[in-house]
């Protein structure tokens, strides 16, 4: 066994705990967008939201208007 084994057993074994807490979600969530997966993360707040996760209706919310943000900024940008 590599020294990796546990953690990627972890990552393995963390479909089946996340699809069940809507705090996972939203720490999954939370992870994804701190290492640049925006579209990963907003799958994981979308879910935990309609679990009716606060947390992640916020970090949803602020997740779209970033993407919205940047959005605008490259249209600006292509106009110029």
């Known amino acids: 066994r590599s020294t ?9 074994s963390r479909d089946l705990t996340v699809r069940s807490d809507e705090r996972a979600l939203n720490a999954l969530g939370t992870a ?22 606060a947390d992640a209706k916020e970090n949803l919310r602020q ?8 959005s605008n900024a490259r249209i600006n940008n292509s106009n110029n």
């Not at 994804?32 to 996760?53: H, I, T």
């Not at 997740?63 to 940047?70: D, K, M, P």
């Open 4 to 12: 990796l084994f546990p953690y990627t057993t972890l990552f393995r």
């Open 32 to 53: 994804y967008w701190l290492c640049g997966q925006q579209q990963e993360a907003l799958d994981c707040f979308r879910r935990a939201a309609a679990n009716g996760n």
């Open 63 to 70: 997740l779209e208007q970033h993407l919205t943000r940047i």
